[in-house]
């Protein structure tokens, strides 16, 4: 077998300038590959740290009942014992902190001109200890310890499109727990561009006083867990719901996963991109090598005649051709491995930045990840390729007429 | 002395178009000789006379159209695909008119090839891969692939590696073809050298006149008939085996039999 293989290996590189073609093509496939698909894993992967840190946090707690809520009167379903909770959950591990959150929605009036808005109150202590901040693009964050007047963030859009500017005062309008219509003076301290610009135009944040005092209520919609890594979810998830059972209010916790729909449709798209590419490096590899390997099986024609002549098994001589395409294409992945590799160290030390995509207001800096799977997979998808090209080439060698063959001129 | 090789009124015929039942050409008629071991044995004749066909059918890497081939006594028409490979594996050596040794392999790769078909340990091949190079006297050659070596040494390759596996019957086309008169005077002193030290059985086709001027038994084919099967020594024109077959002058067979008696 030692032989064999040493024959597959010779046969590879018996017309240099081809194997070197060959070898171009399919480690240009595999770089294309890795590159694509490490940017894609960083974007991925950006998305859900980006998404975390923008205040989904790692876990989330809900009554059982909030998924059946009625979205006027959002603190029907939120939680009571939100302080001995959140006291519960601290104490686990992996836990960094854990921050109240009454997400609700209202209208929003400056005395000419309303808006709907989705609004967001938090704790701003608690937010800030897990590293939660707003993109405030203009004056500054709620304060920890508020006097006097009820302070606001607004979205840029929301901002813009109500004319009002910091320290400008706005009219937020909810429904209370009783289902009464209550309304509260705030002065805006910040004006925030979230990132997305639907969100900036729909965007208020105030303190979680102050919304408990809009909405007639002491409790939250859901308390929000910060840990250590987002590596550790599961562990955490897995200590914590132990210890949120026996609860006088049934509560449940949720992942980030869970919850993050918007991370997981742009995770799916980036799939279906990748997937579509490896399909296309598969049939690139694979028509280019199948009018290679069946040049290299005329070029042999007489050799394979003598071969079989010789009392070679005809599944020798499929098996040999199988061999060098497959050791064809190892060499061009472990080629294409080496470049893509190479290009994206060049790409990330360059510190090149791509331009913002559609929804997004920030530009998306260019870096590629270097993932082993990925590796594996795309050095996979190539070598499948040339194996498979390698199959019509092979049977038609092992099929030949050995004395039509050793006249083969 | 055993049989090696029988031919029985063995016809090719190989179509002039797609269509396979007209427009036959016959490349081989009828022909029959028997080739007994140990014998160093020419067939002769112009280009198209059939020469490399009757080698291919003997070779069992074409079939004849009609008639029978038997090998060591097995009617090869009966054999499997596999079971002809094995036969050629185990019991025919072949060399080509233009050597056609496996260019990425040494002279010594080459060599062992054979072997390496057939299964035998590695440290056997060793020592036959050794033998047979030394047997044509290519001992400090072993290690140069064949673009290295000139016309002479490839074809002494070639016929290492065509005996290596010690086959009852080596086959040869057109071994000096291609080949000066130098090289061509020394591989054939090589092949009787090895037929008369080893006993090989040689059945070659050639028309080159210093290669018949060694051989024992000259079939002489001319437009895919023999016309003569005699042997060369002049005082003996036609082999004993043969008085009867087709196509030849029944004095032959007189003279024969009056030599041996």
Redesign the interface.
């Known amino acids: 077998m030692g032989?064999?293989l040493?024959?597959a290996f010779?046969?590879v590189f018996?017309n240099r300038r081809r194997t070197i073609m060959t070898l171009l093509m399919v480690g240009g496939g595999v770089t294309g590959l890795l590159l694509s698909g490490g940017f894609f894993a960083f974007m991925i992967d950006g998305l859900r740290e980006h998404t975390i840190q923008e205040g989904l946090g790692h876990l989330q707690i809900f009554t059982a009942e909030h998924f059946r809520r009625d979205e006027v009167r959002v603190l029907d379903t939120g939680i009571d014992n939100w302080r001995q909770i959140a006291a519960t959950i601290q104490a686990g591990p992996h836990v960094r902190g854990v921050a109240p959150r009454i997400e609700f929605n209202g209208m929003v009036s400056n005395g000419v001109k309303s808006s709907i808005f989705m609004g967001s109150a938090v704790d701003p202590a608690a937010e800030s200890s897990l590293g939660f901040r707003p993109r405030i693009s203009e004056g500054n964050d709620l304060s920890s310890k508020p006097t006097g007047e009820v302070e606001a963030l607004i979205g840029s859009s929301l901002a813009k499109s109500m004319n009002v500017k910091v320290g400008d005062g706005l009219t937020i309008l909810a429904v209370t727990s009783d289902g009464a219509l209550n309304g509260v003076d705030v002065q805006i301290a910040g004006i925030v561009k979230t990132g997305y610009d639907e969100m900036d135009a729909r965007y208020i944040r105030v303190t979680l006083a102050s919304a408990q005092r809009l909405l007639q209520s002491d409790r939250v919609t859901n308390l929000v867990v910060g840990l250590d890594s987002t590596a550790n979810t599961d562990a955490a998830a897995a200590a914590l719901t132990p210890r949120l059972q026996g609860l006088p209010q049934k509560v449940v916790l949720k992942k980030w996963i869970d919850l993050a729909t918007y991370y997981l449709q742009v995770r799916n798209m980036f799939f279906g991109i990748f997937l579509f590419l490896g399909i296309i490096v598969f049939f690139m590899v694979l028509m280019a090598s199948v009018n290679t390997l069946l040049m290299a099986m005329f070029e042999r024609t007489?050799?394979i005649g003598?071969?079989?002549?010789?009392?070679?098994?005809?599944i020798?001589i499929v098996t040999l051709f199988m061999l060098e395409a497959t050791l064809t294409g190892c060499l061009g992945a472990v080629a294409g491995v080496l470049g893509g590799n190479l290009l994206g160290s060049i790409i990330n030390a360059s510190g090149m930045h791509m331009p913002a995509p559609p929804g997004l207001t920030v530009p998306i800096a260019f870096h590629v990840l270097h993932i082993p799977a990925l590796m594996i997979a795309s050095s996979f998808i190539v070598i499948f390729s040339l194996a498979l090209a390698s199959i019509l080439p092979a049977i038609r060698a092992s099929r030949l007429q050995?004395?039509e063959a050793?006249?083969h001129v | 002395m055993s049989e090696i090789v029988k031919v029985e009124a063995v016809t090719r015929s190989f179509p002039l178009n797609h269509d396979k039942t007209r427009n036959l050409v016959s490349a081989l008629n009828h022909a029959s000789f028997q080739v007994q071991a140990g014998e160093f044995l020419a067939i002769s004749g112009p280009s198209g006379s059939g020469k490399?066909t009757l080698l291919?059918l003997i070779?069992c890497?074409?079939k004849p159209t009609s008639g029978r081939l038997l090998i060591e006594g097995v009617d090869t028409s009966k054999l499997n695909?596999?079971e002809l490979?094995?036969?050629?594996?185990?019991k025919?050596g072949?060399v080509?008119q233009?050597f056609?040794l496996?260019?990425?392999?040494t002279a010594g790769?080459n060599v062992?090839?054979?072997l390496?078909?057939?299964g035998v340990s590695s440290g056997e091949r060793r020592e036959r891969v050794k033998e047979a190079l030394a047997a044509v006297g290519l001992s400090a050659r072993a290690n140069h692939r064949p673009d290295l070596l000139s016309g002479g040494e490839r074809q002494r390759v070639a016929v290492a590696?065509a005996i290596v596996h010690r086959p009852a019957l080596v086959l040869a086309d057109e071994p000096t073809a291609n080949l000066d008169t130098q090289n061509a005077t020394q591989l054939i002193d090589l092949m009787h050298g090895l037929n008369k030290r080893l006993g090989l059985t040689f059945l070659f086709s050639t028309h080159d006149a210093r290669l018949l001027e060694h051989t024992e038994r000259i079939i002489r084919l001319c437009d895919g008939t023999i016309q003569s099967d005699s042997l060369a020594d002049p005082q003996i024109e036609t082999h004993p085996l043969h008085a009867n077959a087709p196509n030849q002058g029944g004095n032959h067979g007189q003279v024969l039999a009056a030599s041996l008696s």
């Open positions: 032989k064999f040493l024959l010779r046969n018996r007489r050799e003598t071969m079989l002549a010789m009392g070679t098994p005809r020798w050995i004395a050793l006249a | 490399t291919n070779g890497i074409d695909p596999g490979t094995e036969l050629r594996r185990k025919i072949f080509f233009t056609n496996i260019p990425v392999f790769e062992e090839y054979p390496l078909i057939q590696r």
